[in-house]
């Protein structure tokens, strides 16, 4: 149990409610057509981004793609006659500059059932607005205490910020557990033996538009790690710039004066929220 106020939980519990937002009105809903009576919206396109695309589709057609004034549609087909086209789309926008940050590492996308239909540049899918993958992973001590690291000056989006203990997205070739104990060691040097401690529970589906970009559709895996009062964890891929050990209404102070990225936040607001019941 923690020693919160109520308007902190109030407010904590607020913010967790609006985790996922609508699209956009003006957004252009992209379309997974599977035949007339199979299509299902998996992503959103900024009205910045539309016209530019017209005027390439209509320049040079990509297999699987057709855009019309309210939609762009895409067949389906074979995962990798689908990866192909989508990747061809994907360097016309980063040839017209709307793709910033190219990373060379797929994400995939998977359907509702765990199936993957397509593979794509992870700096695509939030250009695109398709639902995307990622783990978080708070990590604690039995006396209340919280790790938090805070993101590198040099990373391109959320620099400084505040982030879980360890955090990133799933590639298209991981699963969340094996992404979560990869995470683990990469950014806080947490060994296999204690990694393997971590616990799943539960997820968080984080929807937002974001000025200029895109629209960012994730679905957030959380896991929880004991950790002994000794450790102190200690980065390895050079993306985070320091760790803080703080009370869970220190973290719950500091996510309300929006020193968090938006992802953590959420994830440390719900993690305080579960200790404080």
Known sequence: MTSLSTSTIAALEEMLQNSARSAPADFMPIYLSRGIAQEQPIGYLNPEFTHYLHESLQKQSIPLIAIGNDRLTIQSGKPRELSSSLYQLAERMRMGGFIPGWRNEDFAWVDQNGHKYFRLERA????????????????????????????????????????????????????????????????????????????????????????????????LFIYDLELADNFVPTNHDGEVSGFIEISLPEAAARILADEFTSDAAFVTADFILRRNK
Request: hydrophobic share 35%; glycine share 10%.
């Open 124 to 219: 695509a899918f939030r250009t695109f607005g398709f639902r995307s993958m990622a783990t978080h992973i708070n990590g604690y001590t039995k006396n209340n205490m919280i790790w938090l690291g805070r993101r590198s000056e040099t990373k391109p989006t959320d620099p400084g910020k505040l982030d879980n203990l360890a955090a990133g997205g799933i590639s298209a070739d991981e699963t969340p557990w094996v992404c979560a104990r990869r995470e683990l060691w990469e950014e806080a040097g947490v060994p296999e033996q204690i990694a393997d401690q971590i616990e799943p529970v539960g997820r968080i589906h984080m929807r937002r538009p974001i000025a200029g970009r895109g629209f960012h559709d994730e679905q």
